[in-house]
């Protein structure tokens, strides 16, 4: 299952179905980071609205895609984890420490919008 | 089928998700509560991959549980891999020989109501763990 990678602006959005196999997850890593390249993206927004499951891999892949994002002067913002899944993160022990979250995409381009108007 | 069981194959990384979402399913036809189901699908996430990152291929059995005046989902994961040599460290917060996170099986009792491996190097790891519905 191939995840959508939507273009609007300087901001990329990927947004993420139920379910991501491991493989889905390592296409869309490389697939995230090219597409940042080549478009020159500064944001990158990861919607895991839909993603019932939060386990250590998929964490894992999230924290790898914003170093990644990162090494290339980009910023990733991940939104929309839900109630049920941060509270099973936590059980697991998994964080997402140094990664920007948001609660929804609208929240999400906010943060963003606000930070470029900074730096700018 | 509310009390027949469900065996799932797991033999690649697509397998860990048809698992979970078994037993999210079965964990809701249960009556379980959403909250509840996620913690169900994230461990049955967790013991899978555990299979297919240390032993490459097993299984993962569902089945409904009746306690004293409680049901619950019983889950079963079992492999014929290399076996885990040091239980106590495997179950240590930060431990791993994969590469991996590490927090699997400490994550998975933390999850869960009920926790219970049996590893023999050599033979194979089964952990069989319970949820109950409150």
Known sequence: MEVPILKQGAVLIATFQAALSDADLNQLRMGLVQQVVKFRSRAVIVDVTAMDVMDSFASRTLREIAHMIRLRGAETVIVGIQPEVAFAMVQLGLTLEGVATALDLEEGLAYLNEKFKTTN | ?134
């Open chain 2, 1 to 134: 089928m509310s009390d027949g069981e469900i065996r799932v194959g797991i033999n690649s990384d697509q397998d860990i998700v048809v698992a979970r979402q078994k037993g999210r399913a079965m964990a809701n036809e249960l009556g379980f509560s959403p909250g509840d189901a996620t913690l169900i699908a994230t461990a049955i996430s967790e013991l899978a991959r555990n299979i297919v990152s240390y032993a490459r291929k097993g299984k993962i059995t569902l089945k409904m549980v009746n306690g004293l005046n409680r049901q619950g989902i019983a889950v079963t994961a079992s492999d014929e891999g290399p076996g885990i040599p040091d239980i106590r460290q495997a179950l240590r917060d930060g431990f791993s020989t994969s590469g991996s996170l590490g927090l699997g099986l400490p994550g998975v009792r933390r999850l869960m109501d009920e926790f219970e491996i049996d590893s023999r190097p050599g033979q194979g790891t089964t952990v069989a763990v319970k949820k109950w519905k409150q």
